[in-house]
T-cell receptor, first 114, second 114 residues
Framework: GENVEQHPSTLSVQEGDSAVIKCTYSDSASNYFPWYKQELGKGPQLIIDIRSNVGEKKDQRIAVTLNKTAKHFSLHITETQPEDSAVYFCAARWTQGGSEKLVFGKGTKLTVNP | ETGVTQTPRHLVMGMTNKKSLKCEQHLGHNAMYWYKQSAKKPLELMFVYSLEERVENNSVPSRFSPECPNSSHLFLHLHTLQPEDSALYLC?????????????FGAGSRLTVL
């Protein structure tokens, strides 16, 4: 089945710096890769996603890149702010027996220091 | 408010107790999910319901019993749990079952089994 590895598990940056979180997946047939942000005391919330026919997608300070050949994708946050502090999860859509499911990474705890 | 409400937010129970977690979504979605979130582990999919019919049960022990009386409500009945079942239980909903449909999560129910 699909396996998603996420690194690093924790990341601490200074306000204004950039943060990068990387994920690799095992099934080359996976074609949809969302990123979820979980703030303290809340459930995960989708912040950006990318499909396999696109190499990069941006939304203001957030961007995701996808390298299908290497089977890895990354989340880039520029000009980090304290409110970016949260746990970030990557995921890959995996198809098995006609059903689809999202397989999540273990999460990255991002801390932005003022 | 995310549109997915979970109660209770915190629950402490003994191994012989019977309790239930409740989830309600106000988004008009037709699929609902239970996930288990443990520290340093990926989100684990437990159950999936589509139009009130269970479509997936990911080898979850029988001490967890889901119920979906209608498309807006989802329950997780708990009995004779083990301490290793202590975790954050997240409910989610989506419009449709494909892995590319955005999951909207509730804030979770933090369960502690003594």
């Amino acid at each position: 089945g699909e396996n998603v590895e996420q690194h690093p598990s924790t990341l601490s940056v200074q306000e204004g710096d950039s943060a990068v979180i990387k994920c690799t997946y095992s099934d080359s047939a996976s074609n949809y890769f969302p990123w979820y942000k979980q703030e303290l005391g809340k459930g995960p919330q989708l912040i950006i996603d990318i499909r396999s026919n696109v190499g990069e997608k941006k939304d203001q300070r957030i961007a995701v890149t996808l390298n299908k050949t290497a089977k890895h994708f990354s989340l880039h946050i520029t000009e980090t702010q304290p409110e970016d502090s949260a746990v970030y999860f990557c995921a890959a859509r995996w198809t098995q027996g006609g059903s689809e499911k999202l397989v999540f990474g273990k999460g990255t705890k991002l801390t932005v220091n003022p | 408010e995310t549109g997915v409400t979970q109660t209770p937010r915190h629950l402490v129970m003994g191994m012989t107790n019977k309790k239930s977690l409740k989830c309600e979504q106000h988004l008009g979605h037709n699929a609902m999910y239970w996930y288990k979130q443990s520290a340093k582990k990926p989100l684990e999919l437990m159950f999936v319901y589509s139009l009130e019919e269970r479509v997936e049960n990911n080898s979850v022990p029988s001490r967890f019993s889901p119920e979906c009386p209608n498309s807006s409500h989802l329950f997780l009945h708990l009995h004779t749990l083990q301490p290793e079942d202590s975790a954050l239980y997240l409910c989610a909903s989506s419009q449709g079952l494909t892995g590319a449909n955005v999951l909207t999560f509730g804030a979770g129910s933090r369960l502690t089994v003594l």
